[in-house]
């Protein structure tokens, strides 16, 4: 008889993508990523994890859930209870391990929730989190307490609406400028988009640190990638939020 090992599905339901994850123990992590909009109901969601999970699927004993997308809600405890026999556990702003000292708690959004919780297990009581996903985020934990944060817009989403929004301007790729001032239309757009949100995210970490002191910065998110050499940063997590969804949903 072959050992059952019990397994966690995690997920991270974001705008434009979502990170389906498995994992024993919460610290190593099989992660596979999905468009969102692929899966409309239940049915189409198993269709597309079945071949990445295979058997694996058998031995899912719980599953947590941080989405930002209320309109799949629904497809994912559809498909928890169908395929699985379980409700998800939901990820959402409540007092535990991390005091929310904002305006309204049940605001702040179910992966910036996960990305402070895992924050403050992993790394400390003290820091700042950048996520760019879709839209660009910076949270800040002090002493266990999240005090706030920014949303900016991310870099796709900024690309995008200068392309649909104008006439003229072309979609260009996303990736950093190593000059100073754009030469062509394509070099003026990247200058402005990928260097100006880095210029942006600095002074917004520039001022937090003046008022709360020099605290570590860790950066995620599926578009961190093309910043990563450019902002400065202690930390380089891509599973950050997937971690957050699991000691929210699982952890002690």
């Not at 989405?67 to 994912?76: E, G, L």
């Not at 409700?87 to 409540?94: D, E, T």
């Not at 690309?159 to 979609?171: E, N, Y």
């Amino acid at each position: 008889n072959a050992e059952v090992i019990l397994l966690y599905l995690l997920v991270d339901v974001g705008n434009t993508h979502s990170v389906f994850s498995i994992t024993e123990d919460g610290k190593t992590f099989r992660r596979w990523r999905l468009s969102t909009g692929v899966f409309q109901t239940e049915d189409e969601l198993f269709s597309h994890l079945h071949p990445l999970l295979g058997d694996t699927m058998r031995e899912i004993k719980g599953i947590g859930v941080a989405s930002v997308v209320p309109t799949q809600n629904t497809v994912i405890e559809r498909f928890s209870q169908k395929y699985f026999h379980i409700s998800p556990i939901w990820v959402k702003a409540k007092d535990g391990c991390v005091k929310w000292n904002v305006k309204n708690p049940s605001e702040v959004g179910a992966d910036r929730v996960a990305n402070v919780v895992a924050f403050v297990k992993e790394y400390g009581k003290n820091g700042i989190i950048i996520d760019m996903g879709t839209a660009t985020t910076v949270d800040l934990v002090v002493n266990g307490s999240y005090e706030g944060g920014a949303i900016l817009p991310g870099l796709f989403m900024m690309v995008h609406s200068l392309f649909r929004g104008t006439a003229k301007l072309p979609l260009v790729e996303v990736k950093p400028a190593d000059f100073v001032v754009g030469k062509d239309t394509e070099e003026n757009i990247r200058l402005g988009v990928v260097n100006g949100s880095v210029y942006a995210l600095e002074g917004i970490i520039g001022r937090m640190k003046e008022v709360y002191g020099d605290l570590p910065v860790v950066l995620t998110g599926g578009q961190s990638k093309i910043v990563k050499d450019m902002i400065k940063h202690e930390i380089f997590d891509e599973d950050l939020t997937i971690k957050g969804v699991y000691h929210f949903c699982f952890g002690d």
